[in-house]
């Protein structure tokens, strides 16, 4: 079974540029997730699909970050314009929630450096 | 709001055992997951935890007591490729079934 694939894996752009990452979830996870990890922390969750809905969006900075999963499948992350802060590895997630297990798999992650 | 607490750090002995607590205070609660990460790459599950007990698997073991707002994943027979970090995640009811993470504890196992 191929895992969450994820691109690009690093990433170094200046401050007020913008920039887009991409995951490909694992096949018939129905629920996709996006976390924010900076280095030394936990990752932070930014957004929460399920199917081509979002659940949970309570925690991304909208004024500059959106996320997209139009046909339920492939989702895109956007930052525009970024900011040092947003210095990170963002990572994507899927599961089988609502009709599987809990458990998250993780993909390995972009990290994005703001110069 | 929601308050998980892990060490930050330990240090440990290649062959030895090791308890990695993790507390937490939530406003609901689904159940407790314990991830590995090592630098540079994504987490891997390693356990779920529901009920109250002791759930074992191989070398590593999971605890959780509900009442006390309490886990500790036991590692042993440690290996030097055991060092990574170790992280914490509560799975929070209500809509979502959303994860809150600790900010892990970094483990060094050494000779």
């Known amino acids: 079974e191929a895992g969450v694939a994820q691109s690009p894996r690093y990433k170094i752009i200046e401050k007020r540029q913008s920039v887009a990452f991409w995951c490909n979830p694992i096949?018939?996870?129905?629920?996709l997730y996006w976390y924010q990890q900076i280095l030394g922390q936990g990752p932070k969750l930014l957004i929460q699909f399920q199917n081509n809905g979002v659940v949970d969006d309570s925690q991304l900075p909208k004024d500059r970050f959106s996320a997209e999963r139009l046909k339920g499948v492939d989702s895109t992350l956007k930052i525009q314009p970024a900011k040092l802060e947003d210095s990170a590895v963002y990572l994507c997630?899927?599961?089988?929630?609502?009709?599987?297990?809990?458990?998250?798999?993780f993909g390995p992650g972009t990290r994005l450096t703001v110069t | 709001g929601q308050n998980i607490d892990q060490p930050t750090e330990m240090t440990a002995t290649e062959g030895a055992i090791v308890q990695i607590n993790c507390t937490y205070q939530t406003s609901g609660f689904n159940g407790l997951f314990w991830y590995q990460q090592h630098a540079g790459e994504a987490p891997t599950f390693l356990s779920y935890?529901?009920?109250?007990g002791l759930e074992e698997k191989g070398r590593f073991s999971s605890f959780l007591s509900r009442s006390k707002g309490y886990s500790y994943l036991l590692l042993k027979e440690l290996q030097m490729k055991d060092s990574a970090s170790y992280l914490c995640a509560v799975l929070l009811t209500g809509g979502g079934n959303k994860l809150t993470f600790g900010t892990g504890t970094q483990l060094k196992v050494e000779l």
């Open positions: 997630a899927s599961s089988a929630v609502p009709t599987g297990t809990y458990e998250q798999y």
């Open positions: 935890n529901v009920l109250d």
């Open positions: 096949s018939g996870h129905a629920t």
